[in-house]
């Protein structure tokens, strides 16, 4: 059986998420993702799970969850959760209760929450956590404007990736997203080179870890839009995207899933 690593599993394309942060309002939210359900029709799902997901805000997910069939095209992520497990932590949001509402996927160590304050050691306890509650952890890594500068980025990355590495059992599903933290939001997006580079980077550290290097999906984060997708997806090292801004409309975020699924044909 294809297993949620193996990045040549039949998902009908390459991997894209759309990562909706803190936005759109209630009416707007549920519009945008029947519209996206709309629009990806019966796309095919293979054995390795959905090729397009949608992160929304977590109060949309028992929404949506309940408009999922099973075997939908479109499959449910958050984007963060608490180490914590069911019981007296007030204000958590822990993983088993987002399986529970139907979600499959959970960024873990996205930029605006390091920013936030969250280290490294905290975000490989929630890759933990998220895997124990049966939730794939997307990793988020990259590097921000002055470590590229300065010549840091692959060091930067390989220390983002080696906590999570060092908690997390080889055998144990993981993705990764390479985001540069500069071209988050910013529409400078990274070159093919440079992602081309760095995910060759963290496929070594992968294998040096113990993993598949060559089997784990890397996605590619940072202003990726419905004219630049299909540039970088083209790349064989770019096995998906991971989207913000360009996810909050059903057409840009469908048109990126289509060109995934173009370059893979
Ligand atoms: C993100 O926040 O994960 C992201 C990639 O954002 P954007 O596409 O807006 O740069």
Redesign the pocket.
Known sequence: MAHWTDRRADRGGKIVAG?W?LQPPRGEGVELFRAILAGLGDAPVGAGGPGAWVIPPAPYLGLFGGELSLGAPLGLGAQDLSPCGYGAHTGELGGELLADFGCALVLVG?S?RRQGGESDPEVAEKALAADRAGLLPLL?VGESEVERDQGDTIAVVERQLAAVLATLAPERPLWVAY?PVW????GRTATSEQVVEVHQAIRKSLARGGRDGAGTPILY????NHSNAGALLAEEEIDGA?????SLKAESFLAIVEAGATVSD
Do not use: Q
Request: charged residues 15%; hydrophobic residues 30%.
């Open positions: 990562n942060k996205h605006e988020c985001e071209a988050i939001g910013t984060g940072g202003s990726v991971l989207v913000g801004g360009a």
